[in-house]
């Protein structure tokens, strides 16, 4: 540690180090920030078949510093009225066969975000687009927590390595 000499006192930090954060054991005012601008084509931008959601993950999401493509990778979409993309996070990074996925993390920046409506998307390490069990049941669990906040999922899209499956498409959401 780089520390400097005060005449009569001890040795002190110097200025020019970054300190460690201290969290305080009081409340604190939480913000939401953009990480980065993602450019993106106007014909991606509006975001309402899954064709376009799958462009703006081979754009953006294969990109992403957190993403894995051998493991699978949920991210959400964020949409306003108008079913154009106000952006992307990324919820989770599972394994090759599975993630963990909760409505409290799919929805947390959707509603700081002031979303309108959601399209969540992960990809199959293995491949194949085609829904697993789980894929439909938390599509539907996610759906149902949507209709409670009123913030629309259309769709849930599965990105393999050449194609995409809309769980909307095979008729998972109701």
Known sequence: MNTTENPGSTLQPSNNLVQPIKLSSQPQEWKIISLRECPTPADIQ??????????????????????????????VLILNTRRKVKGHYFVSVGTM??????????????????AHAIVVMHNHPS???????????VTRDLVRAGQLLKIEVLDHVVVGSFNHTSLRELGYMY
């Not at 975001?47 to 949920?74: G, M, R, S, V």
């Not at 687009?129 to 049941?137: C, G, R, Y």
């Open 46 to 75: 509006l975001c309402d078949t899954p064709a376009q959601a799958a462009a703006y993950w081979k754009l953006h999401i294969t990109q992403h510093p957190y993403f894995n493509p051998e493991c699978e990778c949920l991210v």
């Open 127 to 137: 491949g194949e687009t085609s829904p697993s069990e789980a894929d439909v049941k």
């Open 97 to 114: 066969d599975t993630i963990l996925v909760h409505p409290r993390e799919v929805f947390r920046l959707a509603i700081m975000a002031s």
